[in-house]
Nanobody, 124 residues
Framework: QVQPVESGGGLVQAGGSLRLSCLAS????????MGWFRQAPGKEREFVAA????????YYADSVLGRFTISRDNAQNTVYLQMNTLKPEDTAVYYC?????????????????WGQGTQVTVSS
């Protein structure tokens, strides 16, 4: 079983940066794609970024393309989300999840194990 645990959230001013980490326990971590999602207050959860098991393929939501970078270290069972040029509209709880289909997808239904989330707040 994989249990993702997110960390690295916090309060930052607009234009600033944060790096989120997701530590996923379980021996099969390195064989699956992983993704980041976020949920802002009063809104549905939305896709942010995904990465293949090897790290060679990445996929981003249009809203973060060019500002966010997803990466992974399989030796450390960790996925990262580097967030630059943050905007107030990036404020949300950010979740890490395992892609059970291993297809680098934005479809939330394809993700089977989810973390508890980490809060990111961007002030204007």
């Amino acid at each position: 079983q994989v249990q993702p645990v997110e960390s690295g959230g916090g309060l930052v001013q607009a234009g600033g940066s944060l790096r989120l980490s997701c530590l996923a326990s379980g021996r099969t971590f390195r064989t699956y794609a992983m993704g980041w999602f976020r949920q802002a207050p009063g809104k549905e959860r939305e896709f942010v970024a995904a990465i293949s098991w090897s790290g060679e393929t990445t996929y981003y939501a249009d809203s973060v393309l060019g500002r966010f970078t997803i990466s992974r270290d399989n030796a450390q069972n960790t996925v990262y989300l580097q967030m630059n040029t943050l905007k107030p509209e990036d404020t949300a709880v950010y979740y890490c999840a395992r892609d059970g289909t291993d297809t680098v997808t934005s479809d939330e239904a394809d993700y089977d194990y989810w973390g508890q989330g980490t809060q990111v707040t961007v002030s204007s």
